[in-house]
């Protein structure tokens, strides 16, 4: 096992001129249980430059609860966006003073009083309790998760599962900086997609399920034979947000914001153009391209793009297909790439057959596109390829998404040419995509991973990075993305 002083120590010293994180701030400042709280509250899927302006700008009128009590959902919406999900924020706010007062108006400490709040969970919870109060607690968001697991001192699927890991193996000095640290870290240096590995103080680190960047010049399978430096990477970002206008009330034009991934595909937007805000039409800095299917309400992909086109194309030219609104292509320079909602075979298999003649014409279309230049597909195949990419692989057998039809065409389809991206680089069990909302699935992180980047196979080299994104909430599916090198 790792030498968890030191390396604790090492990011200690990385970290220290790096920015501190928004909530450890206000507690700083403040030394108030529940402007701690509500800033906590408020910084879920937010950058701390955003929370920090809500925060400033709730406080400003509502610096209690009793002050909070007193102001209308949508006043306090209007205040704190635009933070990511600010409506459901806004109503946990607003809900917050009543329950407090089984508390006698005061922010608990303890664990299990502190998630009996409105928008509490185990990570707000115990930040909290270490920042406000003090307390013992470890506070696990996706960076500590992530990173503890890359050094490989914890061997976990969830961030639960990290806590309780922790609980009984960190030491317990450690808990109430180690979030603070892996925050800093995770942001400036050990990144999801390519991290700055090449910088990193801490020489002895495993790299687990990782594959840092690539820098300019340097060659992707040795680093002795150095290439010339004259290219760059692009960042793309994939996910089925099952149905755009409701993705949209979540923090949808923020969570692009954030990713600020040069392009951004979308599938299972349930929506015609004309039904699209002007806010989701015209992300600044993007373009959008849509392609909706004729049923309304049904289907449908979109691509938001930072650079234009060369060409768009709708459809793959089958009409049973593309009145479904299932694939948009975009070609550039040196690449296309696809944004694709493969269909469901649906309850006892009614639409197998349809689907299965899908996957074909695809794989037919995206093979001439590979004749021509690089290709990327994108986006929710509705399919688990192996049995490391379901948590139930015996009991799901015969249902829909992993049949023995569906799993031969994705052989098929990967031997005919294109690479699995994710899997370059990460090779490990429990990495989802897809979570039912029945029964806390997603919490108990029992899930498919049905959403794909594939490229073909003369363009693997030229993935830097691939990864999944479970912590971005708003749909049943999670973002994937890559990062791709261009000349």
Known sequence: MIDIDSYLAKIAAFVADKKTPIVDLIAVQTKDPFKVLVATILSARTKDETTAAASARLFAKAATA?????LGEEEIAALIKPVGFFHSKAKYLKELPRALDKFAGQVPAEIDELISLPGVGRKTANLVRAVAFGLP?????THVHRIMNIWGYVTTTTPLETEMALRHILPQRHWLTVNSLLVAFGQSLCKPVAPHCDECPLADCA?????????????????????????????FVSWNVNGIRAVEKKGFVDIVKTFDADIFAVQETKAQPDQLSPELKNIPGY??????????????????????????????????????????TLEFADFYLSSIYFPNSAEELKRLDFKLRFNEALQRFALDLAGKKSVLLCGDFNVAHKPIDLTYPEKNRKFAGYTPEECAWMDQFL??????????????AGQYTWWSFRSNARAKNIGW???YFCVNGKSRDRVLAAAIHPEIIGSDHCPVSVEFQIG
């Open 66 to 70: 009793a002050e909070l009590d007193q």
């Open 137 to 141: 607690a470890i506070c696990v968001d």
């Open 207 to 235: 790299k687990i399920g990782v594959r840092p960047r690539k820098r300019p010049g340097e060659n992707p399978t040795t680093k002795k034979n150095p290439m010339p430096a004259t290219s760059n990477s692009l960042k």
């Open 287 to 328: 373009h959008s391209f849509w392609h909706s299917a004729e049923r309304k309400g049904y289907s449908g992909v979109g691509i938001y793009s930072k650079m234009p086109p060369i060409s768009r194309r709708e459809g793959i030219g089958i009409a049973e297909f593309d009145d479904e609104g299932r694939v948009l």
């Open 415 to 428: 031997a005919s040419g294109f690479v699995d991206t994710f899997r370059l680089f990460n090779q490990e």
């Open 449 to 451: 991973r049905i959403d």
